[in-house]
């Protein structure tokens, strides 16, 4: 799809890269996060692993530090720390699934924390558009070598709805993919739970279902955090543009 939208606007030259063994290499680790996370539901509640995979934000702050050398202060640590607890209240995880099904899910963390943060590392010389091409040319790829072991015949109904999840996902992966290039990714990385506030609010308009006293506690929480960040982001930037 993408190289079609570009050809049509005579922008193919977009997909050039300089680093192509390293956008291979980030496609092909990427399908696993998805993978991970989806084969753990077989053995978790959504609830748990959901809150897991949110630990992915605490690697995404840590690693900006380590390989983005990022300065992470105390107001940033601060906003994961308590936009986590958010998630928790939330949530609310009952535990007691076996310990491989939440490897998996840290391990979908780990994998899609490090998306971001070698995409990060990759925008700096290669376009978005090449990012978000790449990625999913490498998932695509892995998947489909898989099929001849997983393939079930699925109706136009079912096909339908797989296209239109497809379209979103490839938006939401360049929004993501453009965010992460323009900022650093630890004042980014509270913003992750905010999927938990927009998920209330798809569940409540289209199947009309009354979130619980927890979930406003826990979307109030994570609102607040989200807030915080960017009332801090606004005075960091105020402070440099002065100096």
């Known amino acids: 799809m993408i190289p079609l939208v570009l050809a049509v606007r005579g922008e193919l030259a977009e997909l050039a890269t300089r680093q192509p063994v390293q956008h291979a290499l980030r496609g092909m680790i990427g399908f696993f996060a998805p993978f991970s ?13 959901t809150v897991v995979f949110f630990s992915a934000t605490f690697i995404l702050t840590a690693a900006s530090a380590i390989f ?27 535990g007691g699934g076996p ?12 994998i899609y924390s490090m998306i971001f ?18 990625l ?21 109904a079912v096909s339908g709805q797989l296209l239109l999840m497809a379209m979103i996902a490839l938006v939401a992966h360049y929004l993501f993919a453009t965010a992460f290039a323009r900022a650093d990714v630890s004042a980014l990385a509270p913003f992750e739970y905010t999927a938990l506030v927009w998920a209330t609010i ?17 979307a109030a929480i994570i609102i607040a955090c989200g807030l915080y960040v960017i009332r801090r982001e606004s005075l960091r930037h105020r402070a440099l543009s002065r100096g």
Request: glycine share 10%; charged share 10%; aromatic share 12%.
């Open 37 to 49: 996370f989806f084969t753990s539901l077989k053995a978790l509640p959504l609830a748990d692993a």
């Open 202 to 218: 798809i569940g409540y308009v289209v199947w009309h279902e009354i979130p619980s006293t927890e979930v406003w506690m826990g």
């Open 117 to 134: 943060i070698y995409g990060k590392q990759l925008s700096k010389r290669d376009s978005i558009i090449t990012l978000v091409f790449s």
């Open 68 to 94: 983005l050398k990022e300065r992470v202060g105390i107001h940033r640590w601060s906003a994961v720390v308590v936009g986590f607890g958010g998630v928790v209240v939330a949530m609310n995880p009952q």
């Open 136 to 156: 999913q040319l490498g998932m695509g790829i892995i998947a489909t070598t898989a099929l001849p072991w997983v393939w079930v015949p699925i109706g136009i």
């Open 99 to 110: 310990i491989g099904a939440y490897l998996l899910v840290l391990c979908a963390a780990s």
